[in-house]
Nanobody, 127 residues
Framework: QVQLVESGGDSVQAGGSLRLSCVLS????????MGWFRQAPGKQREGVAY??????????SASVKGRFTISRSRDNGKNTLYLQMNSLTPEDTAMYYC??????????????????WGRGTQVTVSS
């Protein structure tokens, strides 16, 4: 079984920063690619960024490039995914989800490519 638990969501003013975290617990081990998605009220879930096990990453949304940074760490067998978000705008307001899958595919910005999901953490940016 794989569990993903996000944290770090909060309410901030425009221009502020937040750092989201997601801990992946996998009882059977494995090599996981991980990604961040977000869903704003009334909108479809969209990919934000993803990162391969080796550390290379891609940003799915042009609106976050240069403002968000995805990274990951591995300590004592525990994988942690991060999303550093700077210069936040009200348009970044959404529920942010962490996702994971074994290995990788060429369509990692699509939510259909992921097998495991966290419950989400809310980010609210006020003007």
């Amino acid at each position: 079984q794989v569990q993903l638990v996000e944290s770090g969501g909060d309410s901030v003013q425009a221009g502020g920063s937040l750092r989201l975290s997601c801990v992946l617990s996998a009882y059977t081990g494995g090599t996981y690619s991980m990604g961040w998605f977000r869903q704003a009220p009334g909108k479809q879930r969209e990919g934000v960024a993803y990162i391969y096990p080796g550390g290379s990453s891609t940003y799915c949304s042009a609106s976050v490039k240069g403002r968000f940074t995805i990274s990951r760490s591995r300590d004592n067998g525990k994988n942690t995914l991060y999303l550093q978000m700077n210069s936040l705008t009200p348009e970044d307001t959404a529920m942010y989800y962490c996702a994971a899958r074994l290995f990788a595919t060429s369509e990692m910005c699509k939510d259909s490519e992921y097998n495991y999901w966290g419950r989400g953490t809310q980010v609210t940016v006020s003007s």
